[in-house]
């Protein structure tokens, strides 16, 4: 994880741009690709004041779909913590695609109870920590008739909560810590003539 934020803050920075190489050089494997990050500046109610950055890496522009990795980080004031990444690659002349996509999350927050009989005067501050990932892979059957597999995994934990709090006492089931795996599978069709649409 550390490793994680070394990277990001590094990105925060520099936030340049490296463009992609252009006219008729002669193509080699940097060819083409392109390095964006950005530092990122939020608010809201929820998490108060958030600092972090954003970065996208494209490759392979020749291809009908530009393939890319894209990472995010976000720290807010409030001691949150939200970190994605998402990969995207797309094989030669649109025959298949593979998508992998993780993220994690450190979210303190405020329980208020279960059901509609609930007070907002006194809400219980609790830590959820959650992982979630998803692994898709596409392939291209016929001109236009695709299949696509489908695996996830999700986790949360609770890393905080008071010892006799709301969360306890309602014996919620997730307070326990839960985790979810699945795996599926589709058929479709896609004749789009821009598939960037």
């Given amino acids: ?16 741009t490296i463009s992609p190489c ?7 494997s940097s060819a083409g690709q ?3 990050g950005i530092p990122v500046l939020t608010y809201s109610s929820d998490t108060g004041v958030g600092v972090g950055a954003a970065a996208v890496k494209t490759y392979h522009p020749g291809r009908e779909r530009i393939s890319y990795i894209q990472m995010g980080f976000l720290y807010t004031q409030k001691k949150q913590i939200i970190n ?6 797309h094989f030669p002349e649109n025959i298949g695609r593979i998508v ?15 059901g ?11 830590t959820p920590e959650y ?3 998803r692994f898709y892979y596409e392939r291209r059957l016929k001109k236009h008739f695709r299949i696509r597999t489908h695996i996830f ?17 309602s014996n919620v089931p997730w307070s326990r810590g839960r985790k979810d795996a699945g795996t599926g599978i589709a058929f479709f069709w896609d004749s789009r003539d821009n598939i960037i649409a």
């Fill in 100 to 114: 992998f996509y993780c993220d994690y999350s450190k979210y303190p927050t405020y329980f208020y109870g279960m």
């Fill in 22 to 28: 252009s006219g008729d050089e002669k193509e080699s």
């Fill in 153 to 169: 995994f999700h986790t949360q934990s609770l890393l905080k909560s008071e010892p006799a709090g709301l969360i306890h006492l």
């Fill in 1 to 16: 994880m550390k490793i994680f934020y070394i990277f990001f803050i590094l990105i925060f920075f520099s936030g340049m």
């Fill in 131 to 133: 992982f979630r990932t």
């Fill in 116 to 126: 509609n009989d609930t007070s907002n005067s006194d809400p219980e501050k609790y």
């Fill in 34 to 36: 392109s390095f964006f």
């Fill in 84 to 89: 994605s990444w998402k990969w995207d690659h």
